[in-house]
């Protein structure tokens, strides 16, 4: 303030400006010497994850996240936790709005930051831009006459990140009509999806490793509007010939307000029902290929009546990582929901971060590096 007096005292002329100008010249002023500077980012030497549990993962949110120093910590933060891997969302209508057109300067971005981090990355690709849709629809419609323009996506995708990104899963949850642009589900037409975008990818990549989506986990009654049984879904998937399109399995295991032991049924959603997923793999002649928990966990929000009590989501969190190393050896990795949100969602939903949006560590992210490194429980032993 001392230097906007001693330059007004220069400038007596200013009692005869009117008041707006004057308002408007002061704030100028002050925006120039306060003017924010970009923050340089480097992504220093390339680091190594030090965890005695290499199934750890993560679901990040770095789709929206704008400034690329959040990017570099988000991702620094998840290697110093002890979780190898993470899961990250790459909606095609962002990267490809006009046909043809590729802009890979925000997935460049993450993957690199990722990359240089030690991270192994899973890209969920879904998100239909409007020119391959019709005027009206949601992002997750898609139909027969476009599935070609979602190949050629996979295809530049995978031919870009090829060596950094050797993982991906084609769409998501569509066993649920809100994923399928609000139409009725239709497992015979993702499986058609799936052979084009896997043929395409692997044109790209023959090394890319193509993962089916992660079904909802869901018990919805035979002829539901909003969706299908995931064992259901799957086990048609495979009659229409799916085995031939996949590499992989992308699940989703929410623990609800069950221990992750609860014991696998048909009926119920729970952490285990994973195993139900892999059976169907197996029966199907699939049991020797990989699965990926691409989403799950727990939830500790103190209203939300599918959630559990923060200690619980401690003990749960840490036994569904120790499981799936011990004893689930066809799982390859468990990334749980969510690492961080940019901003805060101001639903049960911030209750499922590990990690505040201005990075401060929840109990949660605490837990998990104190068993990454082999350390006494901080939390848990109190």
Same mark, same amino acid.
Do not use: N, S
């Given at each position: 303030m001392q230097q906007m007096r001693k330059y007004w005292q220069h400038f007596p002329a200013h009692k005869y400006l009117p008041l707006a100008l004057r308002l408007a010249m002061i704030a100028l002023f002050l925006w120039c010497i306060n003017k924010p500077t970009k923050r340089l980012v480097v992504y220093g030497p390339p680091q190594t994850v030090q965890t005695a549990n290499p199934k750890i993962g993560v679901h990040t949110r770095l789709t929206d996240e704008v400034e690329e120093w959040k990017i570099q910590r988000t991702l620094q933060m998840v290697g110093q936790m002890g979780s190898p891997w993470v899961v990250e969302y790459f909606p095609w209508g962002y990267y490809e709005p006009v046909k043809g057109k590729y802009d890979w300067g925000h997935p460049d971005v993450v993957v690199n930051?990722? @990359? $240089? &981090?030690g991270l192994t990355v899973i890209a969920r690709i879904d998100f239909v831009p409007e020119w391959a849709r019709p005027p009206g629809t949601t992002s997750r419609y898609l139909d027969r006459d476009h599935f070609d323009d979602y190949g050629d996506f996979i295809y530049a995708f995978v031919d870009h990140f090829k060596g950094r990104v050797n993982h991906i899963i084609i769409w998501n949850e569509p066993n649920l009509s809100f994923e399928w642009g609000y139409r009725p589900v239709d497992p015979e037409a993702y499986v058609e999806l799936l052979r084009i975008a896997y043929q395409r990818a692997k044109e790209a990549n023959p090394d890319v490793q193509v993962l089916a989506a992660g079904l909802a986990p869901t018990i919805a009654p035979p002829g539901s509007?909003?969706?299908?049984? %995931?064992?259901?879904?799957? &086990?048609?998937?495979?009659?229409?010939? $799916? $085995?031939d399109y996949i590499d992989g399995m992308a699940i989703h295991a929410y623990g609800m307000t069950f221990p992750p032991d609860d014991p696998a049924d048909p009926q119920q959603i729970n952490f285990s029902r994973a195993e139900l997923i892999y059976e169907v793999m197996a029966r199907n002649g699939d049991g020797d290929k990989p699965c990926y928990i691409t989403e799950g966990g727990w939830n500790d929000h103190p209203r939300w009546t599918k959630a559990v009590r923060p200690y619980q989501r401690l003990e749960y969190t840490i036994r569904a990582y120790e499981k799936a190393l011990t004893e689930w050896d066809?799982?390859?990795a468990v990334a749980l929901w969510a690492f961080r949100y940019?901003?805060? &969602?101001?639903?049960? &939903? %911030?209750s499922f971060a590990? @990690?505040?949006?201005?990075? @401060?560590?929840k109990p949660v992210y605490l837990e998990t590096m104190h068993y990454a490194r082999n350390e006494p429980f901080e939390f848990l032993e109190r």
């Open positions: 930051h990722a @990359v $240089a &981090q509007e909003w969706g299908m049984d %995931d064992l259901i879904y799957l &086990q048609r998937m495979y009659d229409a010939g $799916a $085995a066809w799982c390859e940019p901003w805060p &969602q101001k639903t049960y &939903q %911030d590990f @990690v505040t949006p201005e990075f @401060v560590p």
